[in-house]
């Protein structure tokens, strides 16, 4: 079986223009009525499991998205309660053809920046109904455990799935609430990512509704060229129904530190140092810190307002710093050592000397962090423009 990347699915600005500008004009040549009635007609005699939804109040949330900045209506949102609702969705728009013009755009938890997971009068398939597959944890049998999940599920529910087998996946983003399917269409990048690579190296196998909404298994072996399109392919060659996400022994607990460098070659020759010796760290990152309208103190607060560390007056003189961000993770009884061993590591460091910050935290504190800090923020009457300041960073890979 061939597959090939295909138009059907998203949507880039300027392309969506130029098509709604040919529909547009198609409709005043043709017949007016057979662009506005006809293919919400045919839709609605698809048989689903779930719904499609023409709401004005569906259709005004799926033209939304985190970054707010771009706005397309759709002209439905498929409510998937099976994976067939998606097939026979995405079939029935392969066999109008190419006139019909009709796009779509699978939609994870919508926390895309330019509207990725829009689509202008297309229809928008909201993955996260999708909950056809109970999470699936499997400990024996295969070289290594992994746990199978439905293509909308959350970052975050995984990781208290794997938890209760004492598991957990390998590679994070920094932020939990977002979708499988979300992060493997773009890579999925966090500071476990030196070590283990980004999370679309960190699947087995997955299963796809293709763009002629046929349903296939795809891994290394088997459609190969369909599994390395999906993975990082930016929704465009493909639905991601399910994941299967590779999984390793949890940690209890998390040694988590930043240093600040005001000079930037310090700041990546102490990273490059740190990738380069095995076992060090088990998370190594790096923001870039402006110190604008009191973002610097946002950064103190939201690390840990208890630490007595928080006291030290630094001053930034108004320069851009860089942090180098670290994490160690251990279990309560191996607590010296891993003190001892980090002690070590940092006496090699070339930070600023007064702003060592550590704690210690639990295993889901410490990858739960920043949606912790998005509520600290959001309470304080924050900005999302805030948030994603405070997540400009140089990653560690
Ligand atoms: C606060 C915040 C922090 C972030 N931190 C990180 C980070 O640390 N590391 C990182 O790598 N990224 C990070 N991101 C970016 C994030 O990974 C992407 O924006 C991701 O696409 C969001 O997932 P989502 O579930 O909201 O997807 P959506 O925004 O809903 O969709 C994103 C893209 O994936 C497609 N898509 C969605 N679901 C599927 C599916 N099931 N099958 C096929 N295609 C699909 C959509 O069509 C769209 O093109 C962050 C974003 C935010 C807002
Ligand atoms: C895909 O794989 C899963 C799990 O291995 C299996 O249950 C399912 O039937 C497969 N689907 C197809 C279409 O082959
Ligand atoms: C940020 O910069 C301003 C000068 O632009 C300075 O007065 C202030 O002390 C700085 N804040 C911190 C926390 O360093």
């Given at each position: 079986?061939?597959?090939?990347?295909?138009?059907l699915?998203?949507q880039?600005?300027?392309?969506f223009?130029?098509?709604?500008?040919?529909?547009?004009?198609?409709?005043?040549?043709?017949?007016?009525n057979?662009?506005?009635?006809?293919?919400?007609?045919?839709?609605?005699?698809l048989p689903?499991v779930?719904?499609?939804?023409?709401?004005?109040?569906?259709?005004?949330?799926?033209?939304?998205d985190?970054?707010?900045r771009y706005?397309?209506?759709?002209?439905?949102?498929l409510y998937?309660?099976?994976v067939?609702d998606i097939?026979n969705?995405?079939?029935?728009?392969?066999?109008m053809?190419h006139?019909?013009?009709?796009?779509?755009a699978?939609?994870?938890?919508?926390?895309?920046?330019?509207?990725?997971?829009?689509?202008?009068g297309?229809?928008?398939?909201?993955?996260e109904?999708l909950?056809?597959?109970?999470?699936?944890?499997?400990?024996?049998?295969?070289?290594?455990?992994y746990?199978?999940?439905?293509g909308?599920?959350?970052w975050i529910?995984?990781?208290?799935?794997?938890l209760?087998?004492?598991l957990?996946p390998?590679?994070?983003?920094?932020?939990?609430?977002?979708?499988v399917?979300?992060?493997?269409?773009?890579?999925?990048?966090?500071?476990?990512?030196?070590?283990?690579?980004p999370?679309?190296?960190?699947?087995?196998?997955?299963?796809?509704?293709?763009?002629?909404?046929e349903?296939?298994?795809?891994?290394?072996?088997?459609n190969?060229?369909?599994f390395?399109?999906?993975?990082?392919?930016?929704?465009?060659?493909g639905?991601i129904?399910?994941?299967?996400?590779?999984?390793?022994?949890?940690?209890?607990?998390?040694?988590?530190i930043?240093?600040?460098?005001?000079?930037?070659?310090?700041?990546t020759?102490?990273?490059?140092?740190l990738?380069?010796?095995?076992n060090?760290?088990?998370?190594?990152?790096?923001?870039?810190?402006i110190n604008?309208?009191g973002?610097?103190?946002?950064w103190?607060?939201s690390?840990?307002p208890?630490?007595?560390?928080?006291?030290?007056?630094?001053?930034?003189?108004?320069k851009?710093?860089?942090?180098?961000?670290?994490?160690?993770?251990?279990?309560?009884?191996?607590?010296d050592?891993?003190?001892?061993?980090?002690?070590?590591?940092?006496?090699?460091?070339?930070?600023?000397q007064?702003?060592?910050?550590?704690?210690?935290?639990?295993?889901?504190?410490?990858?739960?962090?920043v949606?912790?800090?998005?509520?600290?923020?959001?309470?304080?009457?924050?900005t999302?423009?805030?948030?994603l300041?405070?997540?400009?960073?140089?990653?560690?890979?």
């Open positions: 079986m061939k597959h090939h990347p295909i138009s699915f998203g880039h600005n300027i392309f223009l130029k098509f709604f500008i040919i529909l547009f004009l198609s409709c005043i040549a043709t017949r007016f057979f662009c506005l009635s006809n293919i919400p007609s045919s839709l609605k005699t689903l779930g719904h499609l939804s023409f709401d004005e109040l569906s259709l005004t949330k799926a033209s939304r985190f970054g707010n706005q397309y209506h759709p002209m439905a949102i998937p309660n099976s067939s097939a969705t995405i079939k029935h728009i392969w066999n053809g006139s019909s013009h009709l796009t779509v699978a939609r994870g938890h919508g926390h895309s920046l330019s509207g990725q997971a829009q689509t202008h297309g229809i928008v398939i909201n993955m109904s909950k056809v597959y109970e999470m699936n944890v499997d400990v024996i049998g295969n070289d290594s455990p746990i199978d999940v439905s909308g599920e959350l529910n995984i990781l208290h799935e794997s209760r087998y004492g957990t390998r590679s994070w983003t920094d932020y939990l609430h977002l979708t399917g979300g992060t493997l269409s773009n890579a999925g990048v966090s500071g476990q990512a030196f070590k283990h690579g999370q679309i190296s960190n699947v087995q196998q997955l299963e796809i509704v293709t763009g002629t909404g349903v296939v298994n795809c891994s290394k072996d088997q190969g060229e369909l390395h399109s999906v993975l990082g392919g930016l929704g465009q060659f639905i129904t399910r994941a299967r996400i590779l999984l390793e022994p949890a940690p209890s607990m998390v040694k988590w930043r240093v600040l460098y005001s000079d930037f070659t310090a700041f020759n102490d990273q490059e140092r990738i380069s010796e095995e060090a760290f088990d998370y190594i990152e790096g923001f870039v810190i604008r309208t973002l610097l103190n946002n103190r607060s690390f840990n208890q630490d007595p560390l928080q006291a030290t007056h630094f001053k930034s003189d108004g851009t710093l860089f942090c180098l961000e670290l994490a160690k993770y251990f279990n309560f009884q191996e607590m050592i891993v003190n001892q061993e980090v002690e070590r590591h940092l006496s090699h460091l070339n930070y600023i007064s702003t060592l910050f550590q704690t210690e935290v639990t295993y889901v504190e410490f990858l739960d962090r949606h912790v800090s998005e509520i600290k923020l959001r309470s304080k009457g924050g999302i423009e805030h948030l300041l405070f997540q400009m960073k140089i990653f560690s890979t």
